[in-house]
């Protein structure tokens, strides 16, 4: 637009005027009021404004010119707010004795939504001619934006490079720096269609930056959408999505709803890669309300393709193939042979190619050919290609289809697709599998499978790295490797059971099905000839089982195991167990029984490995389950039971083949021991460690904090480095501790040193010590803080505050086990266990950044632990509240304190930035402050008290009653409660607030509010 934009103008007008007593009911002269509010994008405010001016008496007596300009001005705002019809409404009342370069410019923008691009193309050429005629510089960028908009939409990229270009010069001779914001958005745009991704960035970080520095609210949001989306299409979700939430803020605050619409759809392509279909329906919902009344036919379409996406990968394919064609048919209304169409169209291809619908979707992939080629979007000639591929290695067109899928690699491997590289990966993979495939290319299978996979890791796409999977174990059933198979079929299925895809669970369970029955030939053929060990074993039968399985258990690292004997299910008796009691070894006999009536009479292994059903009450656990017969008709079975929580945890061939040759020692002892079948507990029950563990002095619930200290507890005595991530206050030293204490270095000392708190001359000298000499003021040799550690446990808190010689050291130290104290040459030999701390979530942005080694952040990363806030622990908050009552009772003596019922309320609705040492503080303060029993809101800190903020206190001052002053004390006040929602924030301040970050931060520094929201 080239409307006047006046940055400065508050986001809040409204608002400001009604708390100033400023109410307006007269509408201004010639819109002056409406005009301010299409300048800082309020377009809703604008067009009751320009409404109220056309209504007025003014109008009656106004020229033709300055009417049609109010009306002008309120028909983009229409056209804005995607009032399409009400904007041709108010163009037609326009009179015919000018022809104004601004109208005809929003006549072809109006051409364009409704899919008439011929018309707009004329329009836009006929404003171009208007303006330059008529001296009318200012729309001449407009009018080029208009026409490089329909080229590129029709797939003419280098024509619309043109006109983009011309208007960016032509914006910058009318010194215009909202059309030059848009300008770039539209390079930057143009560039993302080319897949030139440097370029692009570069356009919209320009646009967004200049938009943030002049106020223009519209811009922003624009920019920052385009960002999400070249971001999606690079595959970087995590990086895209705040983007586009920010953008969808924007839209939505200044009421613009096709900016809304397509910030939506945006958000629905990353929750539908990730399977979350769920957040995809609200998107959709929102989305198809928006586009009603036939507005926004391109938008619609795209919501057609995602509903229709989600639908066929929930399972309900009719549904999903009746939005695929309703989204081929609104792309055509739009542009024919445009982008739009050919997109809609290998959509619905690739879905009737894979429900073996071949012709159907061979007739529309060379329909599109031409057009694909046309648009020059390699991305969609890179899927035309790989479906193409599909069909030949269905039509058994091998050859062709290797050259084909190799094409298509190769095109997404060069722009970076790494969503569509994935597919095309697969096809690939299940081409080399082929018997006809070419030499050598079997051995490529596994390579394209598990590329395929990381991809699908990184996008965070579960279901796609389960499907990915279930290919990877059909690969190792048919190299007969039947433990790898069951790796990957497992894992398939715990994602796929995750995101609730049925149709997926169903096919894993399937292939599980058959790895089983692989086991079992496999089972049945070599068992009695497994373990000999077992064959000599002799003695009284009490003894004999338990040693059994207690060995048994040992060489297939079970945790749980038991022995039943009896003629029929009914009789069934333990004889002996390995990890449970005999009362929980009789329930697991009953849940077995209820579950299957009939195993015992099985001739073959009854095992579930985790993956096909449970015998267990958690499906987490790994099963095995092998009958065996006696004598004299009675029938035993050994059950044995480990958690398959872990990677590799479930029982392999080899640990079923193992407990088959234990069987037939089993059955010999027992047909024995007859006439004495005793039942007696284990005596290798778990060794019990409630009252010696030192993780019971964390305090939690929080099912995320529980899974962490799990997995300290496990690696505790693993010589190998942790980092422990999280914010202040989490409690990094304590968890850090609790590693050590609990590990074989626990009699060794615990050192600990703060990175953040030494300059790293003194730090190096502090951590390796120095010799006489080494520098002023070295009187002696010194040992440092690794020496002091030596047999015990050192803690790096705020590892990435080191500075870059010091990061080089203990690079050294970790890799050698060596260090050389400052002023040395020699190196002594230390031996350390090394945990890291931090409170920086982003390490991996200063390695790219050059703050810290990528060597050492991944030789200090061998396991990483995040402790989560005590914002998201919300389930914490009371339990640590009461201990912490409880410990500083104790201290100061005062056991009769207690907190009263409202202090529950007041603490969880806080979000504690300062984490568990500030809630510890709050309650300490509160107890020492509290002068009889109960402990009340007043107690606690100004922080954790509803009222008490920088509004009420400027309420209740006794200043300057002028204007100026009222104005300042209310600024001031929305300022500070804005820094202190956004955390300090300065750059999401600055928008809620409608703000240059500029001008937030000149008037942060002349009301001094500089360390608000950072307390």
């Given at each position: 637009?080239?409307?006047?934009n006046?940055?400065?103008?508050?986001?809040?007008?409204n608002?400001?005027g009604?708390?100033l007593?400023?109410?307006?009911?007269?509408?201004?002269?010639q819109g002056?009021?409406?005009?301010l509010?299409?300048?800082?994008?309020?377009?809703?405010?604008?067009?009751?404004?320009?409404?109220?001016?056309?209504?007025?008496?003014?109008?009656d007596?106004?020229?033709p010119?300055?009417?049609?300009?109010?009306?002008?001005?309120?028909?983009?705002c229409?056209?804005?707010?995607?009032?399409?019809?009400?904007?041709?409404?108010?163009?037609?009342?326009?009179?015919?004795?000018?022809?104004?370069?601004g109208?005809?410019?929003?006549?072809?923008?109006?051409?364009?939504?409704?899919?008439?691009?011929?018309?707009?193309?004329?329009?836009?050429?006929e404003?171009?001619?208007v303006?330059?005629t008529?001296g009318?510089?200012?729309?001449?960028?407009?009018?080029?934006?208009?026409?490089?908009?329909?080229?590129?939409r029709?797939?003419?990229?280098?024509?619309?490079?043109?006109?983009?270009?011309?208007?960016l010069?032509?914006?910058?001779v009318a010194?215009?720096?909202?059309?030059?914001?848009r300008?770039?958005i539209?390079?930057?745009?143009?560039?993302?269609?080319?897949?030139r991704?440097?370029?692009a960035?570069?356009?919209?970080?320009?646009?967004?930056?200049?938009?943030?520095?002049?106020?223009f609210?519209?811009?922003s949001?624009s920019?920052?959408?385009?960002l999400?989306n070249?971001?999606i299409?690079?595959?970087e979700?995590?990086?895209?999505?705040p983007?586009?939430e920010?953008?969808?803020r924007?839209?939505?605050?200044?009421?613009?709803?096709?900016?809304?619409?397509?910030?939506?759809?945006a958000?629905?392509?990353i929750?539908?890669?990730r399977?979350?279909?769920?957040?995809?329906?609200?998107?959709?919902?929102?989305?198809?309300?928006?586009?009603?009344?036939?507005?926004?036919?391109r938008?619609?379409?795209?919501?057609?393709?995602?509903?229709?996406?989600?639908?066929?990968?929930?399972g309900n394919?009719?549904a999903?193939?009746?939005?695929?064609?309703?989204?081929v048919?609104l792309?055509?209304?739009?542009?024919?042979?445009?982008?739009?169409a050919?997109?809609?169209?290998?959509?619905l291809?690739q879905?009737?190619?894979?429900s073996?619908?071949?012709?159907?979707g061979?007739?529309l992939?060379?329909?599109?050919?031409?057009?694909?080629?046309?648009v020059?979007?390699?991305?969609?000639?890179?899927?035309?290609?790989?479906?193409s591929?599909?069909?030949?290695?269905?039509?058994?067109?091998v050859?062709?289809?290797?050259?084909?899928i190799?094409?298509?690699?190769?095109?997404f491997?060069?722009?970076?697709?790494?969503?569509?590289?994935?597919?095309?990966?697969?096809?690939a993979?299940?081409i080399?599998?082929?018997?006809n495939?070419?030499h050598?290319?079997?051995?490529?299978?596994?390579?394209?499978?598990?590329?395929?996979k990381?991809?699908?890791e990184?996008?965070?796409?579960?279901?796609?790295?389960?499907?990915?999977?279930?290919?990877?174990?059909?690969y190792?059933?048919d190299?007969?490797?039947?433990?790898?198979a069951?790796i990957?079929?497992y894992?398939a299925?715990?994602?796929?059971?995750?995101?609730?895809?049925?149709w997926?669970?169903?096919?894993?369970?399937?292939l599980?099905?058959?790895i089983?029955?692989?086991?079992?030939?496999?089972?049945?053929g070599?068992?009695?000839?497994?373990?000999?060990?077992?064959?000599?074993l002799?003695?009284n039968l009490?003894?004999?089982?338990?040693?059994?399985?207690?060995e048994a258990?040992?060489?297939t690292?079970?945790?749980?195991?038991?022995?039943?004997c009896?003629?029929?299910?009914?009789?069934l008796?333990?004889?002996?167990s390995?990890?449970?009691d005999?009362?929980?070894?009789e329930?697991?006999?009953?849940r077995?029984?209820?579950?299957d009536?009939g195993?015992?009479?099985?001739?073959?292994?009854?095992?579930c490995?985790?993956?096909?059903?449970?015998?267990?009450?958690?499906?987490?656990r790994s099963?095995v389950i092998?009958?065996?017969?006696?004598?004299?008709?009675?029938?035993?079975?050994?059950?044995?039971?480990?958690?398959?929580?872990?990677?590799?945890?479930?029982?392999r061939?080899?640990?079923?083949?193992h407990?088959?040759?234990?069987?037939?020692?089993i059955?010999?002892?027992v047909?024995?021991?007859?006439k004495?079948?005793?039942?007696r507990?284990?005596?290798?029950?778990?060794?019990?460690?409630?009252?010696k563990?030192?993780?019971?002095?964390?305090?939690?619930?929080?099912?995320?904090?529980?899974?962490t200290?799990?997995?300290a507890?496990?690696?505790?005595?693993?010589p190998?480095t942790?980092?422990i991530?999280?914010?202040t206050?989490?409690?990094?030293?304590?968890?850090?501790?609790?590693?050590?204490?609990?590990?074989?270095?626990?009699?060794?000392?615990?050192?600990?040193?703060?990175?953040?708190?030494?300059?790293?001359?003194?730090?190096?000298?502090e951590?390796f010590?120095?010799?006489k000499?080494?520098?002023?003021?070295?009187?002696?040799?010194?040992?440092?803080?690794?020496?002091e550690a030596?047999?015990?446990?050192?803690?790096?808190?705020?590892i990435g505050?080191?500075?870059?010689?010091?990061?080089?050291?203990?690079l050294?130290?970790l890799?050698?086990?060596m260090?050389?104290?400052?002023?040395?040459s020699?190196?002594?030999?230390?031996?350390?266990?090394?945990?890291?701390a931090?409170?920086?979530?982003e390490?991996k942005e200063?390695?790219?950044?050059?703050?810290?080694?990528?060597?050492?952040?991944?030789?200090?990363?061998?396991?990483?632990?995040?402790?989560?806030p005590?914002?998201?622990?919300?389930?914490?908050?009371?339990?640590?509240?009461?201990y912490?009552?409880?410990?500083?009772?104790?201290?100061?003596?005062?056991?009769?304190?207690?907190?009263?019922?409202?202090?529950?309320?007041?603490?969880?609705?806080?979000?504690?930035p300062?984490?568990?040492?500030?809630?510890e503080k709050?309650?300490?303060?509160?107890?020492?402050?509290c002068?009889?029993?109960s402990?009340?809101?007043?107690?606690?800190?100004?922080?954790?008290?509803?009222?008490?903020?920088?509004?009420s206190?400027?309420?209740?001052?006794?200043?300057?009653?002028?204007?100026?002053?009222?104005?300042?004390?209310?600024?001031?006040?929305?300022?500070?409660?804005a820094?202190?929602?956004?955390?300090?924030?300065?750059s999401?301040?600055?928008?809620e607030?409608?703000?240059?970050?500029r001008?937030?931060?000149?008037?942060?520094?002349?009301?001094?509010l500089?360390?608000?929201?950072r307390?």
């Amino acid at each position: 637009m080239t409307f006047e934009n006046r940055s400065n103008l508050g986001r809040n007008l409204n608002e400001i005027g009604k708390a100033l007593g400023l109410e307006r009911h007269i509408p201004s002269t010639q819109g002056d009021l409406g005009s301010l509010y299409l300048s800082s994008d309020h377009f809703n405010d604008a067009i009751r404004e320009f409404r109220l001016a056309l209504e007025s008496d003014w109008s009656d007596h106004a020229p033709p010119e300055l009417a049609d300009e109010l009306r002008e001005k309120l028909a983009w705002c229409y056209f804005w707010t995607g009032a399409y019809q009400e904007a041709e409404r108010v163009v037609g009342s326009m009179s015919e004795t000018t022809v104004r370069a601004g109208t005809l410019v929003l006549e072809g923008r109006l051409a364009m939504e409704q899919a008439n691009p011929t018309g707009a193309a004329e329009k836009g050429r006929e404003a171009l001619h208007v303006a330059k005629t008529t001296g009318v510089q200012p729309w001449i960028g407009p009018a080029r934006s208009l026409l490089g908009i329909i080229a590129q939409r029709s797939g003419s990229s280098e024509e619309a490079r043109n006109h983009f270009e011309e208007a960016l010069f032509a914006y910058r001779v009318a010194e215009d720096p909202d059309g030059e914001c848009r300008s770039f958005i539209h390079l930057g745009t143009l560039s993302k269609s080319e897949c030139r991704w440097e370029e692009a960035f570069r356009y919209l970080e320009r646009a967004r930056q200049k938009a943030g520095q002049e106020g223009f609210y519209y811009l922003s949001g624009s920019a920052s959408l385009n960002l999400g989306n070249l971001r999606i299409r690079l595959g970087e979700h995590d990086e895209a999505l705040p983007m586009i939430e920010d953008g969808r803020r924007v839209f939505e605050e200044i009421g613009y709803e096709l900016g809304v619409t397509r910030a939506l759809i945006a958000e629905a392509k990353i929750h539908l890669v990730r399977g979350s279909f769920e957040a995809v329906d609200n998107c959709l919902k929102l989305g198809k309300k928006l586009c009603e009344e036939e507005r926004f036919k391109r938008e619609r379409t795209f919501l057609e393709i995602i509903e229709g996406s989600a639908a066929i990968q929930r399972g309900n394919r009719a549904a999903g193939e009746a939005n695929l064609y309703r989204a081929v048919s609104l792309a055509e209304e739009v542009s024919p042979a445009g982008d739009l169409a050919v997109e809609a169209t290998l959509y619905l291809a690739q879905h009737l190619i894979q429900s073996d619908r071949l012709s159907e979707g061979i007739r529309l992939v060379d329909g599109i050919g031409e057009a694909s080629r046309a648009v020059g979007d390699p991305a969609q000639e890179g899927w035309r290609m790989r479906l193409s591929a599909e069909v030949d290695l269905t039509k058994g067109r091998v050859k062709r289809a290797e050259e084909k899928i190799a094409t298509s690699i190769a095109s997404f491997e060069r722009i970076g697709y790494r969503q569509d590289l994935a597919q095309a990966l697969l096809v690939a993979g299940r081409i080399a599998m082929s018997p006809n495939a070419s030499h050598g290319q079997s051995d490529a299978v596994l390579t394209h499978y598990l590329r395929a996979k990381r991809i699908w890791e990184d996008l965070s796409s579960d279901r796609e790295t389960a499907m990915t999977s279930i290919e990877i174990a059909r690969y190792w059933v048919d190299r007969q490797d039947l433990d790898e198979a069951l790796i990957y079929a497992y894992t398939a299925k715990k994602l796929l059971e995750k995101v609730g895809y049925s149709w997926g669970v169903d096919e894993a369970r399937e292939l599980i099905r058959l790895i089983e029955q692989q086991f079992e030939y496999e089972i049945m053929g070599r068992g009695d000839a497994t373990h000999l060990k077992f064959s000599e074993l002799e003695g009284n039968l009490e003894d004999g089982l338990c040693w059994l399985l207690a060995e048994a258990s040992a060489d297939t690292d079970a945790d749980k195991a038991w022995i039943a004997c009896g003629t029929n299910g009914a009789e069934l008796q333990v004889l002996s167990s390995f990890g449970l009691d005999d009362d929980e070894a009789e329930a697991a006999v009953g849940r077995l029984i209820a579950r299957d009536p009939g195993f015992l009479e099985a001739e073959r292994p009854l095992f579930c490995t985790g993956l096909t059903g449970s015998y267990t009450e958690d499906e987490s656990r790994s099963v095995v389950i092998l009958p065996f017969s006696i004598g004299g008709g009675e029938r035993g079975i050994l059950y044995v039971e480990r958690d398959s929580g872990e990677d590799n945890g479930w029982f392999r061939l080899r640990d079923v083949q193992h407990l088959a040759g234990a069987t037939f020692a089993i059955a010999r002892l027992v047909a024995e021991d007859q006439k004495t079948k005793l039942h007696r507990e284990n005596v290798f029950l778990r060794e019990q460690l409630e009252n010696k563990y030192p993780f019971a002095n964390i305090v939690t619930e929080d099912a995320r904090m529980i899974e962490t200290l799990q997995i300290a507890s496990r690696v505790a005595n693993y010589p190998i480095t942790v980092l422990i991530e999280g914010e202040t206050g989490t409690g990094k030293q304590l968890l850090a501790q609790a590693i050590h204490d609990s590990g074989d270095r626990a009699d060794g000392p615990f050192v600990t040193v703060n990175c953040a708190s030494l300059p790293e001359q003194i730090l190096e000298s502090e951590l390796f010590g120095y010799v006489k000499g080494a520098f002023t003021g070295a009187l002696g040799d010194r040992n440092g803080l690794f020496e002091e550690a030596n047999g015990g446990t050192i803690l790096l808190d705020e590892i990435g505050k080191a500075g870059a010689h010091v990061q080089r050291a203990l690079l050294h130290v970790l890799d050698q086990g060596m260090i050389r104290p400052v002023g040395s040459s020699r190196h002594r030999k230390v031996d350390v266990r090394v945990v890291c701390a931090t409170s920086n979530m982003e390490l991996k942005e200063d390695i790219r950044e050059g703050r810290f080694l990528k060597d050492l952040y991944y030789r200090i990363n061998d396991i990483s632990l995040r402790l989560p806030p005590l914002r998201e622990r919300v389930s914490d908050v009371r339990l640590l509240a009461d201990y912490f009552l409880d410990l500083c009772r104790q201290k100061v003596n005062r056991n009769s304190v207690e907190f009263h019922s409202e202090i529950y309320e007041t603490l969880d609705r806080y979000d504690w930035p300062g984490n568990v040492r500030e809630l510890e503080k709050a309650v300490r303060r509160a107890v020492l402050l509290c002068p009889g029993q109960s402990i009340r809101r007043e107690h606690l800190p100004d922080a954790l008290r509803p009222g008490v903020n920088a509004l009420s206190d400027i309420s209740a001052s006794s200043g300057p009653s002028d204007l100026k002053s009222k104005v300042e004390a209310l600024e001031t006040a929305q300022i500070i409660e804005a820094l202190r929602r956004n955390r300090g924030n300065r750059s999401k301040t600055a928008r809620e607030l409608g703000l240059s970050l500029r001008g937030l931060r000149n008037k942060i520094q002349r009301y001094n509010l500089e360390n608000i929201g950072r307390e």
